[in-house]
């Protein structure tokens, strides 16, 4: 990678609160071997490195690179056939996914994320059939797809152990099916073949394999309260303590969730967690729409972590997460943008519109709405934190990675803005995925001009595209037709789950919420 001096207009450096960041005019950054080596005005770093080679026209907005804090896919759910409905509903419609290229599956992704500033994702893999053995090769695509495109992947497979489809184990919901569905349910769920055991062995030797890789981390992913059996948060627990790894875990995403935990132990998710030791700086919590006051405070007392998942959120009709509540509380937030943002794309400049507009509720207080330094700060290095890069990532300044984002400043400014409209005003408001000039990752240029510098996106998709225009395969039949006879019962289940009088939305249209 050796030495570049990366241009800017301006450059914004680091947040420093709800609405103030740092920011210097005809800024500069110098990298070194994928480290910043300096950082300051571009006349001064200039001559002082004059053989140093120049990114940049002078004409950009220098930002550090955004993070990603939950991604699952590569081709979303409704291109695979499976529209949006509510989360229990449409983890059955998810039955629909045909057998993909992982590799060129997580391509498409990256493509996307790449393009919008995304430099690191935190992919939380899941759901993949096949021993031990078959798990990890396929784990090893998606981490090779990264590899190649030049983007971080902080990498963790979802653990999961009981209750694969509904929140009932999977025998007792076999049993409760017209016998005509309990053969090819008992087939889907026979396809998962590992057990608990291997899946932490699966941690264990992807640890093992990426140790050293700058730009590859991996981490633990306890799928969700439901899914893990108690055996599998105390090992859990015991794993993240002793390989220092964080965990993110799907947690109360749906009032059903909520009332799954009450079921379970009598009390709330956080509180069950909390007898596991697991909360800390260690987990993250995705999505957490359905937290109560005292959860937060928890959260907030231990130092947990909270990935927000606003378009996930809406689309799939889980609620409205208190963002503002845990932004009060001093919660460390990240964005993520799940299976798909509100487009049904990758797209961080827009996900960050969202977010900062999501949460404006009624009222006059400035700082009871998210904030423009706020939703840069969630977007990089409160997404950063959450994964195994940490405190690595996230801000412009000498020792961190150079990971870093150019933004046309004719396509935020032209024909016309207002010389006193803040910087960053501008740019969240405003940039859009057309305006990304160029995007590094470890002071290596992966995008430029619309172009990925280490793979041939035409050449990728059209492959990918090929790849699926073959006839589906037979278990990919037969899954679609079980997703489909399912669907009634799935239902049925959840009639009767919750008690509606005791599980209303946490969020209120408040000036307080």
Not at 4 to 26: F, K, N, P, Q, V
Not at 54 to 65: D, F, K, Q, R, S
Not at 171 to 180: E, Q
């Amino acid at each position: 990678m050796g030495t570049s001096l990366i241009r800017s207009r301006r450059m914004i450096t680091r947040t420093l609160g709800h609405d103030a960041w740092e920011e210097i005019a005809d800024g500069a950054v110098l990298q070194e071997d994928g480290r910043i080596a300096a950082v300051g005005s571009y006349d001064d770093l200039s001559r002082r490195y004059r053989d140093a080679p120049v990114v940049g026209t002078g004409n950009e907005i220098l930002l550090p690179g955004f993070v990603n804090g939950h991604h699952h896919v590569g081709l979303t759910p409704v291109q695979l056939g499976s529209p949006d409905m509510p989360l229990e509903l449409w983890f059955v419609t998810r039955m629909v996914a045909r057998n993909l290229d992982l590799y060129l599956d997580t391509l498409y992704s990256a493509f996307e994320m790449i393009g919008s500033g995304i430099t690191t994702v935190q992919h939380i893999h899941g759901w993949l059939p096949g021993t031990l053995a078959d798990v990890e090769a396929r784990s090893a695509e998606v981490i090779r797809a990264y590899r190649d495109v030049g983007m971080r992947v902080s990498y963790c497979f979802a653990v999961r152990d009981q209750n694969r489809l509904v929140y009932q184990a999977d025998a007792d919901f076999v049993a409760s099916l017209p016998a005509p569905l309990q053969d090819p349910m008992k087939r889907w769920f026979e396809r998962f073949k590992m057990s608990l055991d291997d899946n932490l062995a699966l941690f264990r030797n992807l640890h093992s394999a990426q140790a050293g890789q700058e730009r590859v981390r991996i981490q633990l992913a306890p799928a969700n309260l439901h899914w893990c059996s108690d055996a599998a948060l105390e090992r859990l627990a015991g794993l993240s303590e002793s390989h220092d790894v964080p965990m993110h875990m799907h947690l109360v995403e749906t009032a059903y969730q909520k009332a799954y935990a009450e079921r379970r132990g009598g009390g709330t998710a956080v509180e069950y967690l909390d007898r596991f030791g697991m909360l800390g700086p260690r987990l993250t919590l995705g999505h957490g729409v359905w937290l109560n006051e005292a959860d937060i405070d928890r959260l907030a007392e231990t130092g947990s972590c909270i990935c927000h998942n606003c378009s996930s959120n809406f689309r799939l009709r889980s609620g409205v997460a208190a963002l503002n509540r845990f932004e009060a509380r001093g919660i460390n937030t990240a964005i993520g943008l799940d299976e798909a943002g509100i487009n049904d794309d990758r797209d961080m400049l827009q996900e960050m519109r969202l977010v900062l507009r999501a949460h404006r509720v009624p009222g006059m207080g400035d700082d009871e709405v998210p904030g423009m330094a706020q939703v840069l700060r969630m977007a990089t290095v409160g997404g950063a934190r959450t994964t195994a890069f940490g405190d690595r990532l996230g801000t412009l300044e000498v020792g961190k990675a150079a990971d870093l984002v150019l933004l046309d400043w004719n396509q935020i400014a032209y024909p016309y803005l207002d010389d006193e409209t803040p910087l960053l005003d501008a740019v969240i408001q405003r940039a859009k995925t057309g305006g990304v000039t160029t995007v590094m990752c470890a002071g290596e240029v992966i995008y430029r001009d619309g172009r990925f510098t280490r793979v041939d996106r035409d050449a990728a998709l059209k492959a990918l595209h090929d790849d699926l225009s073959k006839a589906l395969a037979d278990d990919e039949v037969e899954r679609r037709a079980l997703s489909k006879a399912l669907l009634p019962h799935a239902r049925r289940f959840y009639a009767d789950y919750i008690d509606p009088s005791r599980h209303e939305p946490f969020y209120r249209p408040s000036s307080r919420t």
